[in-house]
């Protein structure tokens, strides 16, 4: 029973391309975020959703849209895919204000050619 | 800028000794501070945490050390054990609701050596 699940684990595609990664948590969370890891191992918040409300987002580009459908599911679609998009994706919840604490999924190598 | 730094990027310790992994930050606004490990091709997984209130706490064999005057953490591990080696990330946040986004250092490889 996975606390934090992301699908695909792997993607491979081209640039230009548009994709998606899905998130789901059965933690009973109500917020989510996204987080993204660089080549150089730096891992870096992108957004963070409380309630299917935005209330991070930081400085990513358009071409990135999180949607939130409900408070277990948080996807991160990606428009026009460039080469500096590959990275590791990781997903996370966490149940505020209860707790600091972030639970983070396996994430998705997503590697643009 | 980056506001929270790890020096060490790998440490090599023998079983049994103890693994003291630091962390450093530079934003005065960090009042939580967390320790995540992760292994490769998977999710960093929580460890333990402190707030700034307090200046150490304890789980098992893992013990966090908070010196909020030197903008200092660091992780104690004792024993350290075979499956203690992984790369092990430093995190910090703010308390205001609304903005605990963790901000992670580079994150420092820990090697057991049997």
């Known amino acids: 029973d996975t606390a934090v699940s992301q699908t695909p684990k792997y993607l491979v595609t081209q640039m230009g391309n548009d994709k998606s990664i899905k998130c789901e948590q059965n933690l009973g969370h109500d917020t989510m975020y996204w987080y993204k890891q660089d080549s150089k191992k730096f891992l870096k918040i992108m957004f963070s959703?409380?309630?299917?409300?935005?209330?991070i987002n930081e400085t990513v580009p358009n071409r990135f849209s999180p949607k939130s459908p409900d408070k277990a599911h948080l996807n991160l679609h990606i428009n026009s895919l460039e080469l500096g998009d590959s990275a590791v994706y990781f997903c996370a919840s966490s149940r505020r204000p209860e707790t600091y604490e972030q639970y983070f999924g396996p994430g998705t190598r997503l590697t643009v050619t | 800028d980056q506001q929270v730094k790890q020096n060490s990027p790998s440490l090599s310790v023998q079983e049994g000794r103890i693994s003291i992994l630091n962390c450093d930050y530079t934003n005065s606004m960090f009042d939580y501070f967390l320790w995540y490990k992760k292994y490769p091709a998977e999710g960093p997984t929580f460890l333990i945490s402190?707030?700034?209130?307090?200046d150490k706490n304890e789980d098992g064999r893992f013990t966090v050390f908070l010196n909020k005057s030197a903008k200092h953490l660091s992780l104690h591990i004792v024993p350290s054990q075979p499956g203690d080696s992984a790369v092990y990330f430093c995190?910090?946040?703010?308390?205001?609701?609304?903005?605990?986004?963790?901000?992670f250092g580079t994150g420092t490889r820990l090697t057991i050596i049997p």
């Open positions: 959703y409380n309630n299917k409300e935005l209330i």
């Open positions: 402190i707030s700034s209130i307090k």
């Open positions: 995190a910090a946040s703010p308390l205001n609701f609304g903005n605990e986004k963790l901000t």
